[in-house]
């Protein structure tokens, strides 16, 4: 009877894929990181002198270099979810202090200077989850980063609640420029963009929802996304607390 190595070949090289993916990411990431470290030190040093052409040019770099992290990350961590190589480590921990209100530090700047009001409201104490720590951490960075990115004017909310049978929800809401009904069937394709080409107004990949979805699989998080062409999208997840 002829072994089939298929599966063999296919483990291989989703190792050989994911290895290299790693690899170049530290090697990458460690000149990525001096860099934005220098940048901001600049942009602090600089920041005296009050010159507006210096610090559209500091800002470029942080913002930059901070992308291309974004990117690498997102690139190893889809490799790791969509091969079955990701290890997660579940664990109790506060959501809102410990993830979301830290995710709103890091992201206000950037909410701000598009004049965005960036806002969280929670109606419960009690924002204990299990879950990855991680993964749920990048769940959110990527969603709210796709929130500010696709929102001209307004607002961007999330609101946290806990449910009557202890599940804690947390939605996302911007005014951004939203989805066509029919492109939402989409959303989890690789590389998937709803605007296409040289010509398409924004940045990214097309892979930012797809670790999300990935990740919250992982993390047994219901996902559910509804948009509307320029009025804007909600993005709710319900995690378990036990």
């Not at 290895?19 to 990525?32: A, K, N, Q």
């Amino acid at each position: 009877m002829k072994e089939d190595k298929a599966p063999l070949m296919q483990d291989k090289s989703a190792d050989l894929i994911n290895d290299f993916l790693s690899r170049i990411s530290h090697e990458i990431r460690t000149p990525v990181n001096a860099l934005q470290q220098a940048a901001k030190q600049l942009e602090h040093d600089l920041s005296f002198f009050n010159n507006r052409d210096i610090s559209r040019l500091t800002t470029i770099m942080v913002e930059d270099s901070e992308r291309l992290g974004r990117t690498i990350d997102l690139l190893v961590n889809t490799s790791l979810v969509r091969t079955g190589n990701y290890k997660p480590k579940f664990e109790k921990f506060d959501l809102f202090h410990e993830v979301l209100a830290r995710i709103v530090s890091d992201y206000k700047p950037k909410a701000e200077a598009k004049g965005l009001r960036f806002i969280i409201n929670s109606t419960t104490l009690n924002c204990e989850v299990r879950a990855d720590r991680y993964s749920v951490t990048q769940i959110f960075s990527n969603i709210i980063d796709n929130a500010i990115n696709y929102t001209e004017k307004g607002v961007i909310e999330i609101d946290i609640h806990r449910n009557p049978d202890q599940t804690l929800s947390v939605s996302i809401i911007d005014t951004g420029i939203g989805m066509n009904p029919e492109y939402l069937n989409e959303i989890f394709t690789p590389f998937s963009q709803e605007s296409n080409g040289y010509s398409r107004n924004f940045d990214g990949m097309g892979l930012g929802l797809l670790l999300v979805k990935g990740f919250c699989d992982l993390n047994k998080i219901d996902l559910n996304i509804q948009s509307q062409k320029e009025a804007g999208t909600v993005v709710s997840l319900t995690l378990q607390s036990s």
